[in-house]
């Protein structure tokens, strides 16, 4: 069941190739759908999660936005399609969410600016460069923050990707073909542990969406182990009660068959 994640800068033919590559391979692509999935959760429209991503959204958009939750269900989709499988994914932090599971291709796909910026202009219809410009380099600095703030990346290090591909020098039916021959290594040869890697980070984010949910540990911040149905959990927590809590929702979400519990309490002052 092959997973592959791609980047998607604007412009850089990213969406052209994950098309072609998932026809290829007979299998489905992933991208909008996160945000009607996000959006839907967080009873918001589906237009400010994609303005949020985009770097469109307004100064009071951005102050009221809450972006750890958005962070944490977008993790959850993502997670969730890679574990189900035959799944081309393109952005969404995909490559750096999917990075741990060993048969999972992380790709870069890029561009030189002045050609993503020709690419704008003609889906544009305008002559207008400059304003072209700014378009991509908004978007490419919401993407910069947004990886940087999620994952505490640089977003375009190279040693995040074990591919990257220049559609100015290279076809988008020659990206598709490395991919391919890439996926078909026998380094990403899906194994059962790596299998049960992509299970366990896919649980893991279900267990962290769940707290999010729950009133009593929305603000928790502590670490999420999963493996073959068991969580660990550890980190601080402000008292006896939140810890409590933070193991019973974990319990209660379906596909947890135990939970280990190493969450501390936190100090009193003085103590």
């Known amino acids: 069941m092959p997973v592959i994640a791609l980047t998607q800068g604007m ?3 990213a969406k052209d190739i994950a098309e072609q590559l998932a026809r290829e391979l007979g299998i489905d692509t992933l991208q909008h759908e996160v945000a009607d999935q996000v959006a839907e959760k967080m009873h918001v429209s589906k237009s400010l999660i994609n303005r949020l991503r985009s770097g469109k959204a307004g100064p009071f958009e951005r102050l009221r936005a809450d972006r750890k939750a958005i962070a944490v269900y977008t993790a959850r989709e993502v997670l969730d399609a890679a574990a189900k499988g035959n799944v081309v994914i393109r952005g969404w932090g995909a490559t750096l969410l ?3 599971v060993p048969h999972v291709p992380c790709v870069r796909i890029l561009r ?6 020709q690419w704008l202009m003609q889906q544009l219809d305008t002559d207008d460069a400059d304003a072209a410009a700014k378009e991509i380099e908004r978007s490419d600095q919401a993407n910069a923050t947004r990886m940087h703030e999620q994952f505490g990346v640089t977003w375009n290090e190279p040693v995040l990707f074990d591919m990257v591909l220049n559609t100015d020098r290279l076809t988008v039916d020659t990206c598709v073909q490395q991919i391919r021959g890439l996926l078909a290594r026998p380094e990403f040869a899906e194994t059962e542990a790596s299998r049960t890697r992509l299970l366990g980070l896919a649980l893991s984010a279900h267990v962290r969406a769940a707290l999010r949910d729950d009133a009593q540990t929305a603000g928790v911040n502590v670490t999420i182990e999963a493996a073959r149905g068991r969580v660990a959990l550890s980190g601080i927590v402000l008292d006896a009660k939140e810890r409590d809590q933070t193991e019973r929702v974990a319990a209660s979400v379906p596909g947890v068959a135990g939970v280990e519990n190493h969450l501390r309490v936190m100090s009193p002052r003085g103590g």
Do not use: A, I, N, T
């Open 98 to 100: 999917l990075h741990p």
């Open 11 to 13: 412009g850089s033919l």
């Open 112 to 117: 030189p600016f002045e050609k993503r910026v």
